[in-house]
């Protein structure tokens, strides 16, 4: 307990000093300072080379009901492993597992500590004001776990002066329900966000039971859902060149889980109730930019059975300093030091396990001229009991054909990453095994970007090629006497090709669009340390080798037209491949209508999720629901 007392002053004490700096911060002669060309960097500005893609903000707006699991299922190349339509959801970037992914929340990690992950069926949209995808090994820039790729979420951002609200409600298919309330206000000064939201969905399907004989006709029992949570934002300039930030993020979330086809209902629950706290502040000097983050995570869940109850309780510190010095348009430059500190009490490990961890990183941008963008950068983590190698990054962008209307971009990179082994892993009883090694990953990739623009036409296209190595992969083995360990059984390479290309025009009054995305990904074992050799250079389990989206867009006057088509190959079940799950398409389809009321606008949508009515899983055996209709209300006053 000594540590996590020693954190807590810690922490309290890095509060105190932001407050103390943002006063400091106030005297007015720092408005005399000459003034300095900065400019914004955000972390995928130092990713030259590597695939960075964001979530359309029509699609967000449409879907805001809905969680991060979905969106990222239905406008990425990403596959999302969903056990049911109220279990967890994990994703899967290049081949990798959940916990090869780093998630951040305006710039921190909310992987859970004892899994290494998150589950995205806890994230609501509603929650959230942009998403970032990182694809591939981002060890450099975002640390431990970002050996797949990252998720880079930001807190909501509100335009425009004086008071504005939301309220929305939403009805539909099996017992599906969704409310949200936001209120905002922004100042010459001051700039201050709140919302609540609430979901409850009953789940009650009927879907054929493949595991029984005959596949009988079966209604979905014991799988509802019900979320509720809350955000909050205040941003404070202080003076020109100063401000501070206050940022929150609760959700809770309790859920039956539905059972497996055919299996006895053993009467599963899950609740997870996650709370996200952070203090940040940003100063604008001859110095550069700096800014300090401080942030309180608290994340519980309780596992409920027939035969099990357990609670995982953990709570975790952050701190997080950078200083980013720009020069001109040339180049750039940020370093940065952060510190974490997880408390977990978890009943698996038989008592309370303390850990610190720290990196340090450094990060350099250099544009030697227009048409050549270069990146170098380096962190290096420091962990007791393990010695992870740093990981560098670098990478290139060149600008190397133009003509006419065309621009043609040649990129790419090549980049280290690592994860050390969750809590879980590591101490839990019996099983945990303290011995592990960290995994350490090596990616290259290299592409093409194509722009073409002509009048209000625009084209954007972009393939890309990866190779992926990791070394030391842990994997969950059965030990033969009653439980299951983690070893490090296996080499893992991933290769393959992601396409994307997205149009824009208008037309008159016609504003249309159309994206397309595509992912071939190979991932097998190509060395095992223990095992049988039958698996190696098979296809990993639940990695589809094609995976292919097509969405469309369009706005004429006040009607917006959305769509959604999403693919998925066939997908092994078993590491020696002699099980699998066929391919499936899904169609989305939705349709909003825009009305002027009094000082604000009611939006109407009404969608249709899997519109072909197609019977489909995303892992074995778990139900996933048919054809299903919303509607929705939504009143805005900017």
């Known amino acids: 307990m000594g540590n996590l007392s020693n954190c807590k002053v810690i922490f309290c004490i890095a509060c105190w000093c932001l407050a103390l700096v943002a006063e400091a911060q106030q005297d007015t002669t720092l408005y005399q300072l000459q003034a300095v060309e900065i400019f914004g960097k955000p972390a995928e500005v130092f990713a030259a080379g590597s695939r960075v893609s964001t979530l359309d903000s029509t699609y967000l707006s449409t879907y805001t009901s809905t969680t991060l699991a979905e969106a990222l299922q239905t406008r990425t190349p990403l596959y999302l492993k969903t056990y049911g339509a109220s279990g967890i959801s994990s994703v899967s970037f290049r081949g990798t597992s959940a916990s090869h992914t780093a998630v951040l929340w305006n710039g921190l990690s909310i992987a859970l500590p004892s899994l290494g992950q998150n589950d995205f069926a806890t994230l609501p949209l509603s929650g959230i004001g942009s998403i970032a995808v990182q694809h591939g090994a981002a060890g450099a820039s975002y640390g431990n776990g970002a050996i797949g790729g990252a998720v880079m979420l930001t807190s909501p951002e509100h335009s425009g002066k004086g008071f504005g609200m939301e309220l929305q409600q939403e009805a539909g298919s099996f017992g599906r329900y969704f409310s949200q309330a936001a209120l905002r206000y922004k100042g010459e000064k001051i700039a201050i966000g709140a919302s609540g939201y609430w979901h409850d ?40 060149r100063s401000h501070v930030a206050v940022r929150s993020w609760y959700t809770y979330t309790h859920r039956q889980l539905q059972p497996a086809m055919g299996a006895a209902d053993n009467k599963a629950e899950q609740l997870d109730k996650n709370l996200r706290l952070m203090a940040e502040f940003g100063h604008n000097s001859r110095l550069g930019e700096t800014s300090l983050k401080a942030g309180y995570f608290s994340d519980f869940l309780h596992y409920t059975d027939n035969s099990n109850n357990s609670t995982t309780d953990i709570t975790t510190y952050q701190l997080q300093a950078e200083q980013t010095y720009t020069q001109g348009q040339k180049w750039s430059l940020r370093g940065g030091l952060n510190l974490q500190h997880f408390a977990a009490e978890v009943q698996g490990y038989g008592g309370e396990v303390t850990e610190n961890r720290a990196s340090a990183f450094l990060l350099f941008r250099y544009d030697p001229d227009p048409k050549l963008a270069l990146s170098l950068n380096l962190r290096q983590a420091f962990i007791k009991g393990y010695n992870p190698a740093p990981t560098p990054t670098v990478g290139a ?15 790419g990179n090549i980049s280290g990453s690592y994860r050390v082994p969750t809590l879980n892993e590591r101490f839990w009883q019996p099983g945990g095994n303290p011995n592990l090694k960290p995994e350490q990953g090596w990616q290259a990739e290299s592409g093409l970007r194509h722009l073409y623009t002509q009048g209000n036409f625009k084209l954007e296209s972009e393939a890309t090629a990866f190779h992926m190595l990791i070394d030391n992969w842990v994997l969950w083995t059965d030990t033969g006497i009653g439980y299951w360990t983690p070893l490090n059984l296996q080499k893992v390479h991933s290769q393959g090709l992601e396409l994307s290309s997205r149009a824009t ?48 867009d369009a706005t004429f006057r006040s009607w917006t037209f959305t769509g959604n088509l999403i693919y998925n190959s066939r997908r092994y079940i078993t590491t020696n491949n002699s099980g699998s799950m066929p391919g499936f398409a899904l169609l989305g389809l939705a349709l909003e209508r825009q009305f002027k009321l009094g000082t604000g606008s009611l939006h109407t ?11 489909y899983q995303t892992m074995v055996n778990r139900a996933m629901p048919p054809r299903a209709y919303t509607f929705n209300l939504r009143y805005v006053i900017q």
């Not at 399907?205 to 979905?220: I, K, N, V």
């Not at 190397?400 to 971009?409: A, N, R």
């Not at 008159?508 to 340390?529: H, M, N, R, W």
């Not at 949508?605 to 019977?615: F, K, P, V, W």
């Open 201 to 240: 969905a009953q789940n009650d399907f009927t879907y054929r039971d493949l595991g029984r004989f005959g596949a009988p006709d079966t209604r979905q029992e014991h799988a509802r859902v019900q979320q509720h949570g809350l955000t909050q934002d205040i941003r404070w300039q202080l003076a020109r």
């Open 605 to 615: 949508t009404l969608r249709i999720d899997n519109s072909t009515n197609t019977e």
């Open 505 to 552: 025009t208008t037309i008159g009054e016609l504003q249309p669009g159309l994206s397309f995305s595509y992912a071939y990904t190979a991932t097998e074992q190509v060395k095992s340390y223990e095992g049988s050799a039958a698996e190696l250079n098979r296809q990993l389990p639940y990695v589809p080798l094609h995976k292919a989206t097509l969405a469309t």
């Open 397 to 411: 962008n060149w600008q190397f054909l133009s003509f006419g209307e065309h621009q043609l971009y040649l990129k």
